[in-house]
């Protein structure tokens, strides 16, 4: 499947702000791949599938989480917004027969991270972090170490989250923290 075939069929399910949003996201994955040498056209497939399940239906999406061995239950436990990337990769997986494990991967960590994020996985959760369209406090400082620095600006991006979740009196899901820390 091409970008261009993946961006027509996640189009349907995305609201037009969200399916802009995935187009940057792609476009900024392609630029962070070719920066720093992952491979280029899963980078641009991941960043197009990552927001695929953003507006599933929520019990739909819980279904999948109780029913499905794959899933770690505690996402249960954590907003709704979350779920959106696991159970994403493994619908895309049923669906168009997704079958790369390394993009499926990087669709399912592209919120929270994850420990040992692969170089893919890296790519799009910054690229979906840093897309041109994205607009809050230090992101600016996130894009600025994108230029040398993935894995500086992962970390970042990390703290970050972390520190917005918590300002919030949010919890803040385990693989985040394991992110984190494992890029410390």
């Known amino acids: 499947m091409t970008r261009e075939q993946a961006l027509e069929y996640v189009k349907p399910f995305l609201k ?13 994955a392609v630029i962070l791949a070719e920066r720093f040498g992952a491979d280029v056209k899963k980078a641009a497939l991941a ?10 239906d929520r019990d739909l999406m819980r279904r999948w989480i109780e029913s499905d061995r794959r899933l ?34 990087a ?7 994850k420990k040992h994020m692969s170089l893919l996985d890296k790519v799009v959760f910054l690229a979906d972090y ?6 809050f406090p230090g992101v600016d400082e996130v894009r600025k ?3 040398t620095d993935l ?15 918590v300002g919030k009196g949010r919890t803040v899901y385990p693989d985040t923290f394991h992110a984190y820390n494992d890029l410390l």
């Open 130 to 135: 840093i897309e041109p369209g994205r607009n």
């Open 47 to 56: 960043g197009a599938l990552h927001d695929y399940a953003k507006y599933k």
């Open 72 to 105: 770690p239950k505690d996402l249960l436990d954590y907003h709704h917004e979350l779920w959106h990337g696991p159970v994403g990769a493994l619908m895309l997986e049923q669906e168009i027969h997704l079958t790369d494990p390394e993009v499926s991967s």
């Open 145 to 147: 170490t994108a230029e």
């Open 16 to 28: 037009q702000e969200r399916f802009d949003h995935t187009v940057r996201v792609a476009d900024e």
């Open 107 to 113: 669709v399912s960590c592209h919120t929270t991270g």
């Open 151 to 165: 894995d500086q600006a992962c970390l970042l991006a990390l703290k970050n989250t972390i520190v917005f979740l």
